[in-house]
């Protein structure tokens, strides 16, 4: 595993085998990061990373000036490996034990960016809760990203604040944002202000 852009490129990270995790391919990864660096400039967004496994993600973002960035899975052993590299780097990453789910339903902070990687096997049901508690619990920036990753037969852009997804192999991301307000005011016959709410 290595890290592919920032101030880390080319760093190898090699995590212990016996830690259930399926890491993003370095292709996806370049891909996904291509298209928030569109959207973004990377130096101090606030990034949550959920079923962050050995930390992949997190440490791209992390690479690229990201910061404060919370990885969150439930697994002590991936825990414990992202809190040995973050402190080889100097990451500004605090890893946390948790069941992802608990976490959200218990999250008062909001970040700009939201990455999930659950398990492919996931009931579609339970994808579908992950959303539902990001925008449901406001934890999601007014012009912040959520991103998650899931097979293809695992179908998202019937969820409310679906924008759009993108395919690489087996992998799809698919790319949610909070509807925003209208950028230029309408003005009505009467020449009064319309409002829109979001």
Sequence with gaps: MRIISGKYKGRRISPPKNLPVRPTTDMSKEALFNILGNNFNFSELKVLDLFAGTGNISY????????????????????????????????????????????LEKCKASYD??????????EQKEFEKIILLIFDNE??????????????????????????????????????ELEQNVDEEEIDEDGDDDEFDT
């Design 60 to 103: 791209e973002f992390a690479s690229r000036g990201c910061e404060p960035i919370t990885s969150v899975d439930g697994d002590m052993g991936c825990v414990n490996f992202i809190k040995k590299t973050t402190k080889e780097f100097d990451f500004d990453i605090t890893p946390i034990k948790s069941d992802v789910f608990k976490f």
């Design 113 to 122: 960016i939201i990455f999930a990687d659950p398990p492919y096997g996931l």
């Design 139 to 176: 934890l999601l920036e007014e012009d912040g990203m959520m991103v998650i990753e899931h097979s293809k037969h695992t179908k998202l852009e019937h969820m409310e604040n679906f924008s759009f997804s993108r395919n690489y192999g087996g992998s799809v991301f698919s790319f949610f």
